[in-house]
């Protein structure tokens, strides 16, 4: 009778455990709507594709996590995380002083600079200088909008987009004189057929650590500190295993962890 009682006792000590595990939340990662190549965009078939999506899958993997891709309007990422409809950012957001105000970040897991593109047939830099004047065009609620408010007083108007999408098509129709972003991201839009026959590359803007960051983090809520510890240690152990640079190596021909490419959002 005893062994019985205490076969039955495991197996209702593994059920429980079971069901634990079931009922364990998901992750719910939050990634702006709109396509943002080569880092987040939809497949034909509605699937998220893109290296932060294949970069997060690995961490989520090497964390144990069951992690759920959430698109959400960009400007209301952060109001998004903050009252739980998604639990982490993973959005090419720049780590900087004004947002950890409100929120908290992972480690860094990826940086790069910032670029100015323009009309192939406009020769000009990326200097204030070269933009006093002009319509420069940037996402609205990103670091570019910031820095270019900051840094091009002298351009006739800052122009601020929904979407990056919204502002490439706008230069690209002549309604704008220059665009500012991330230069990765400019770099796919140059590639593409409407980039190629518009626009080029200016160069890169002058560094600012207080406005652009260090890099790109994953956004998490301040009281996350567990999650917040786990997606670090992820970042660390698919650094350290290969997983990191293999991912990449599909993606760049450069460090984009050390931003020897291309700055984000």
């Known amino acids: 009778m005893k062994t019985v009682l205490k076969t039955f006792a495991a197996a209702l000590l593994l059920g429980v455990a079971a ?22 965009s939809p497949d034909a078939s509605g699937k998220w594709v893109g290296w932060e999506i294949e970069f997060i899958d690995a961490v989520c993997a090497e964390e144990k996590l069951d992690c759920v891709i959430t698109p959400v309007a960009w400007d209301g990422i952060i109001p998004a995380l903050t009252t739980k409809k998604i639990d982490l950012i993973v959005s090419s957001m720049s780590i900087t002083a004004e947002r950890e105000k409100t929120i908290d970040f992972s480690d860094k897991y990826y940086n790069t600079p910032t670029a100015i593109i323009g009309p192939k047939d406009q020769k000009f830099g990326a200097t204030p200088d070269d933009l006093k004047g002009k319509v420069v065009g940037v996402q609205v609620s990103t670091v570019h909008a910031v820095y270019a408010k900051k840094h091009f007083t002298g351009a006739s108007e800052i122009k601020e987009y929904q979407t990056q999408d ?42 600012d650590d207080e406005v652009l960051g260090p890099g790109v983090g994953a956004g998490v809520r301040k009281e996350d500190t567990e999650l917040k510890g786990k997606i670090n240690a992820g970042i660390k152990a698919i650094r350290s295993n290969g997983k990191y640079d293999e991912i990449s190596k599909k993606y760049f021909d450069f460090d984009i962890y050390g931003g020897g490419g291309a700055q984000s959002n």
């Open 19 to 40: 069901m634990g595990v079931a009922k364990a939340d998901p992750v719910k990662i939050g990634v702006a709507a709109e396509p943002y190549p080569p880092f987040t």
């Open 166 to 207: 919204e502002a490439n098509n706008d230069l690209a129709a002549g309604r704008l004189d220059a665009v500012q972003a991330d230069s990765i991201a400019l770099g796919e839009f140059l590639k593409s057929d409407q980039g190629k026959a518009c626009c080029d590359l200016k160069g890169m803007v002058a560094p």
